[in-house]
């Protein structure tokens, strides 16, 4: 449930940033940054004994989001 939890919420992430902020790339490059950026921060909950791959955890989930908008906004940055 915990990674499943996190996969939507990076899906939720790059589709909000495809479509509201003015992306060159397209849609699919900033879903796919925004999963792996959930994903990261999944995982980095995991190692701090936050949450698990099985369970969904609150902190975990927050990390997941903090992960997704992070990676989208650093690549913002370099992309200008």
Known sequence: MGLLSWLLVGL????FASKF?????GRLPM???AIIGALVG???SVYFNW????????RALLLA???ALLLVAVTRVIRR
């Not at 939720?12 to 589709?15: N, S």
């Open 21 to 25: 902020l003015a992306v060159r790339s």
């Open 12 to 15: 939720a992430v790059g589709l």
């Open 65 to 67: 989001l903090a992960g």
């Open 31 to 33: 879903l796919i940054l």
């Open 42 to 44: 999944g995982y980095s």
């Open 51 to 58: 949450g698990t791959l099985a369970s969904l955890h609150p």
